[in-house]
């Protein structure tokens, strides 16, 4: 009897505590850190090295400046690896089977972001504590705003698509020792709540490689943007196009007027002023080149500064002294003219002229009296045969000059317009 009640009041001390409390946990906390050595890696065979697992959620793009070559982002990053000096038996301490450890008690990797905007920026976390679970595995939960330096390729803006790369090493740690690997996750834009109103996020990679120069396991994690190009469409192509156009009707406009020079001013600047906002929002660089819109821009710049010293010239020919004898060359570009617009009164005139050449000198002379409406004596003395049914004037030339203007500007526009949406669709498929 006596040894059954030794055995039992034996038994009894040694049968684990149902329920769990601070004694407990207290109990387990001094059991687990009693021979710890936190600035000692884990493994139990050092022939192998600790694998560190890691997941980054995405948050979100707080901001892309790629004048500053600065992308900012939201994420959390959730780092796992086995510690083989914390493993318990929840059944021993009361059923407990995880438990929260001051981070600066335990070892972590020491893992790095060697691309900060900053400097080189070591992890760390806002709650510094990790979990710990009873069959030795440790979770690390870190989120930030992630400050990266990244060189925007804005060539063809503002339909481009930029690709920022998170680095993440292993600092002091070599391959041998501690191995980052990447956790498979079903959508890392899962968690993307944070919508930039500029920029939109298509894609998230991330892949694991041994980075040779620094002899350190790499972690790479690849963010695809993708511009949302409404506003500059609007605020700047369009008007630049519009505007354009509008430059045209500069040889439309009568010379009489004396407006023609400053109309072509005012837009000359007006192309000028959209080139300096468009610099403004471009980073001041030549590599890996310089966006497509900032050539479009000069090339309208190049037209319009083309159509200014035109005008110039129309009005020189249409303000001419009356007596100065018109150029021979001159003389041969109106005929040209005057051929290739068929629909012309004047040619009409010329049409009837060769169908009356059969009647008569006389009646010949009385139709291109009338038609051509000669005002001074001094025309009426010239032979109308001379010029082929009118005489070819100053302001003749100056109006066939003005024809020939709008044409060539008009294919000069379509053709930079065409040139500018061929290159820009070729990047958007």
């Known amino acids: 009897m006596y040894l059954f009640t030794t055995f039992a009041l034996v038994t009894l001390s040694i049968t684990p505590a149902?329920?769990?409390?601070?004694?407990?946990?207290?109990?387990?906390?001094?059991?687990?850190?009693?021979?710890?050595?936190?600035?000692?890696?884990?493994?139990?065979?050092?022939?192998?090295?600790?694998?560190?697992?890691?997941?980054?959620?995405?948050?979100?793009?707080?901001?892309?400046?790629?004048?500053?070559?600065?992308?900012?982002?939201?994420?959390?990053?959730?780092?796992q690896w086995y510690e083989d000096r914390l493993v318990w038996n929840p059944a021993t301490y009361g059923g407990i089977s995880d438990m929260l450890i001051p981070e600066e008690s335990v070892w972590k990797p020491d893992i790095a972001?060697?691309?900060?905007?900053?400097?080189?920026?070591?992890?760390?976390?806002?709650?510094?504590?990790?979990?710990?679970?009873?069959?030795?595995?440790?979770?690390w939960v870190t989120g930030d705003r992630y400050d990266l330096y990244c060189n925007a390729d804005i060539t063809h803006y503002p339909?481009?698509?930029q690709t920022c790369v998170l680095s993440m090493l292993t600092w002091n740690?070599?391959?041998?020792?501690?191995?980052?690997?990447?956790?498979?996750?079903?959508?890392?834009?899962?968690?993307?709540?944070?919508?930039?109103?500029?920029?939109?996020?298509?894609?998230?990679?991330?892949?694991?490689?041994?980075?040779?120069?620094?002899?350190?396991?790499?972690?790479?994690?690849?963010?695809?943007?993708?511009?949302?190009?409404?506003?500059?469409?609007?605020?700047?192509?369009?008007?630049?196009?519009?505007?354009c156009v509008i430059n045209i009707f500069v040889f439309i406009l009568p010379a009489e007027s004396g407006?023609?020079?400053g109309f072509s001013i005012t837009l000359l600047l007006s192309v000028a002023v959209f080139m300096t906002i468009l610099s403004d929002s471009l980073p001041q660089s030549s590599r890996p080149q310089i966006a497509v819109l900032c050539y479009f821009l000069f090339s309208q710049l190049i037209v319009s500064i083309l159509m200014m010293v035109f005008t110039i010239l129309g009005l020189r020919f249409y303000w001419a002294v009356p007596d100065k004898p018109i150029p021979g060359y001159l003389k041969l570009f109106s005929r040209i003219m005057s051929n290739v617009c068929k629909g012309t009164q004047y040619c009409k005139r010329r049409k009837k002229r060769k169908q009356l050449a059969a009647v008569g000198p006389e009646q010949i002379q009385d139709t291109v009296e009338k038609e051509c409406n000669i005002k001074n004596s001094k025309d009426m003395n010239q032979s109308p045969l001379e010029d082929e049914c009118m005489l070819i004037t100053w302001q003749k030339i100056a109006s066939d000059f003005d024809n020939f203007c709008i044409v060539l500007f008009l294919f000069l526009i379509v053709l930079t317009n065409s040139v500018f949406c061929i290159n820009m669709s070729s990047n958007t498929q």
């Open 159 to 161: 339909f481009d698509t």
């Open 113 to 139: 972001i060697p691309n900060a905007y900053h400097g080189v920026k070591f992890l760390y976390s806002s709650n510094p504590k990790v979990r710990a679970k009873n069959n030795g595995h440790i979770i």
């Open 173 to 243: 740690s070599f391959p041998s020792e501690v191995l980052l690997d990447k956790v498979e996750s079903i959508s890392t834009l899962r968690n993307y709540t944070s919508i930039n109103p500029s920029w939109d996020v298509t894609e998230i990679k991330m892949y694991s490689r041994i980075d040779e120069t620094l002899v350190s396991s790499t972690l790479i994690i690849e963010i695809k943007v993708k511009r949302l190009p409404e506003y500059v469409i609007v605020n700047m192509l369009l008007p630049v196009c519009f505007l």
């Open 18 to 79: 149902v329920g769990n409390n601070s004694s407990i946990g207290s109990q387990l906390y001094n059991n687990l850190f009693l021979n710890y050595e936190k600035n000692v890696r884990p493994g139990i065979n050092y022939s192998y090295p600790t694998i560190v697992s890691c997941e980054f959620s995405f948050a979100g793009l707080n901001e892309f400046k790629e004048i500053d070559s600065k992308m900012s982002v939201l994420g959390v990053f959730i780092i």
């Open 259 to 261: 407006e023609r020079i």
